[in-house]
């Protein structure tokens, strides 16, 4: 299993650009498919990014485009780059490894966009 801590969150403007990292520990990470979820105050968790133990990528609509996940398996680290972000891109950025029977969570990164 692999333990997960968030960092690169901040204060952007719109527009602005903003990469996170996701640095795992513990055994295995180049097994884990990883995802990054966004959950805003109030409101349910949401998906934004996915990356297998290949390279194919997933992104919802909301942020296809502009986010792009990476992962460097020799760093053992995930990353989102996020570019022309907006107001509702404002949320605590979560990292998640998966596989086929367990997943785990990092603590979260606050990203705050505004002017």
């Known amino acids: 299993q692999v333990q997960l801590v968030e960092s690169g969150g901040g204060l952007v403007q719109p527009g602005g650009s903003l990469r996170l990292s996701c640095a795992a520990s513990?055994?295995?990470?180049?097994?884990?498919?990883m995802r990054w979820f966004r959950q805003a105050p109030g409101k349910q968790r949401e998906f934004v990014a996915g990356?297998?133990?290949?390279?194919?990528?997933n992104y919802p609509d909301s942020v296809r485009g502009r986010f792009t996940i990476s992962r460097d398996n020799a760093k053992n680290t995930v990353y989102l780059q996020m570019s022309s972000l907006k107001p509702e891109d404002t949320a605590v950025y979560y990292c998640?490894?998966?596989?086929?029977?367990?997943?785990?969570w990092g603590q979260g990164t606050q990203v705050t966009v505004s002017s």
């Open positions: 998640n490894a998966y596989d086929w029977r367990e997943q785990f």
């Open positions: 513990g055994s295995g990470f180049s097994s884990y498919g």
């Open positions: 990356i297998t133990t290949g390279v194919a990528t």
